[in-house]
């Protein structure tokens, strides 16, 4: 698990790396389940490192949309950095670089 992603808060910002090469059913669930705890203290923006994902399904997305929708409604921002062009053309084709900041 520790090999999977590292995470940090500071001043109110979740920042997670993920170091697995797909974000798919059975990563995504195991990062969520860890993550909850964080989401539930008052995070009001979230920022994942996303150089290792070469591959995002939709239980993927799914963990990505639910980190959003658990950040307070004003000022929620998800930011994906170095996001993969396999993925980037996911969250493209889907219309979710409308709602994640990708950089």
Same mark, same amino acid.
């Given at each position: 698990?520790?090999?999977?992603?590292?995470?940090?808060?500071?001043?109110?910002?979740? +920042?997670?790396? %993920?170091?697995? =090469?797909?974000?798919?059913?059975?990563?995504?669930? &195991?990062?969520?389940?860890?993550?909850?705890? $964080?989401?539930?203290?008052?995070?009001?923006?979230?920022?994942?490192?996303?150089? &290792? %994902?070469?591959?995002? $399904? &939709?239980?993927?997305?799914?963990?990505?949309?639910?980190?959003?929708?658990?950040? =307070?409604?004003?000022?929620?921002?998800?930011?994906?950095?170095?996001? +993969? =062009?396999?993925?980037?053309?996911?969250?493209?084709?889907?219309?979710? +670089?409308?709602?994640?900041?990708?950089?």
């Amino acid at each position: 698990m520790a090999n999977e992603f590292q995470k940090s808060v500071v001043d109110g910002v979740l +920042h997670v790396s %993920v170091y697995l =090469p797909r974000l798919d059913a059975s990563s995504a669930a &195991s990062i969520k389940d860890q993550l909850k705890a $964080d989401l539930d203290t008052g995070v009001r923006r979230a920022e994942v490192d996303m150089a &290792s %994902v070469q591959f995002i $399904d &939709s239980s993927g997305i799914g963990f990505l949309l639910g980190m959003y929708r658990k950040l =307070p409604k004003e000022g929620a921002e998800v930011l994906l950095r170095n996001v +993969h =062009p396999s993925v980037q053309a996911v969250l493209e084709l889907l219309r979710l +670089h409308r709602v994640f900041k990708v950089e």
